[in-house]
């Protein structure tokens, strides 16, 4: 299922923030919340999802990027998987390689499957990480930089696998307060000098760490409840944000980014956004 004409199947992925020419999502048509697995489902629980204002939000989002010329492809939607719109966590592009995800929650398993048959079927050069357990959202990366976020989801042993994996990257694992689920939640890569953070769930050392590295723009505890972290760089300084978050969106103006603003309220309330619904397949410089 596809929503843009197809190109070349080779995957290139060397950052959060070069332009994006090819990427994976999924529709939320069958989008729930089921098993409470984050804070933000937790707040949402009774009222959850209307699959149909979802699915709007969604569709306007892709053509949005498809407005911007970025190639989008669909995963086909099961009812067994509620969580499946979160496609960055179920996989993560490095240089040419897609590697699949070992998802820790029940209700996400089987997901993993779904995307190794799309890549095969697709031609892309697909790796597992079997017994290794890492969710995508854990995982930015930033030239021969890989940042990875210890968390619920994303265990220790996933760094090793990594470093082993691609000997070629410096893999900087980064401990958070677990309950704000990945990393992508909390820092997110906006541009080689750039990167949004919500400082409350990283310890001194790690945000000392970071801000020899990039300008961190701060976002709040409100902003970041509602996913202002989790916003979506496409390259040339545009990036995907939502309307409400209104001092985020200001920050990144005054930081000379061009904000799209698309309304992801239904989306989020499952406890991602426009960087979780989001697996790039092919970015170029």
């Given amino acids: 299922m596809s929503a843009f004409t197809k190109s070349s199947p080779s995957a290139r992925c060397k950052s959060e923030y070069d332009s994006l020419r090819r990427v994976l999502l999924c529709p939320p048509e069958y989008m729930e919340i089921k098993d409470v697995i984050n804070d933000v489902q937790k707040r949402y629980q009774e009222e959850n999802i209307d699959t149909d204002k979802a699915m709007r939000q969604h569709k306007e989002f892709l053509?949005?990027?498809?407005?911007?010329?970025?190639e989008t492809d669909l995963l086909n939607p099961?009812?067994?998987?509620?969580?499946?719109?979160?496609?960055?966590?179920?996989?993560?592009?490095?240089?040419?390689?897609?590697?699949?995800?070992?998802?820790a929650s029940e209700?996400?398993?089987?997901?993993?499957?779904?995307?190794q048959k799309w890549l095969k079927q697709n031609n892309f050069n697909a790796e597992t990480l079997n017994g290794k357990r890492v969710e995508g959202g854990d995982v930015l990366i930033d030239r021969d930089t890989v940042f990875?976020?210890?968390?619920?989801?994303?265990s220790k042993n996933a760094i090793e696998g990594l470093k082993k994996k691609l000997p070629d990257f410096n893999i900087i694992p980064i401990a958070f307060n677990e309950k704000y689920?990945?990393?992508d939640c909390v820092f997110n890569i906006l541009s080689p000098t750039e990167a949004l953070i919500f400082e409350d769930a990283l310890d001194q050392e790690t945000i000392d760490m970071l801000s020899k590295r990039y300008t961190l723009l701060p976002v709040d505890a409100k902003e970041q409840f509602a996913l202002g972290t989790n916003v979506l760089s496409i390259?040339?300084?545009?990036?995907?944000?939502?309307?409400?978050?209104?001092?985020?969106?200001?920050l990144l103006r005054a930081n000379d980014f061009r904000v799209i603003e698309v309304d992801f309220?239904?989306?989020?309330?499952?406890?991602?956004?426009?960087?979780?619904c989001t697996l790039p397949l092919v970015r170029e410089e």
């Avoid at 209700?107 to 995307?115: A, D, K, M, N, T």
């Fill in 148 to 154: 990875v976020g210890i968390s619920s989801r994303t």
């Fill in 265 to 276: 309220s239904e989306i989020i309330k499952s406890g991602g956004a426009f960087r979780c």
């Fill in 181 to 183: 689920l990945h990393l």
């Fill in 235 to 250: 390259g040339g300084r545009r990036v995907f944000s939502q309307p409400q978050n209104t001092k985020v969106n200001t």
């Fill in 63 to 70: 053509d949005a990027l498809q407005r911007e010329g970025v």
């Fill in 107 to 115: 209700i996400r398993q089987g997901e993993e499957g779904v995307l």
């Fill in 78 to 103: 099961s009812d067994a998987f509620p969580e499946q719109v979160f496609t960055r966590d179920i996989g993560f592009t490095v240089g040419d390689t897609v590697f699949i995800a070992e998802m």
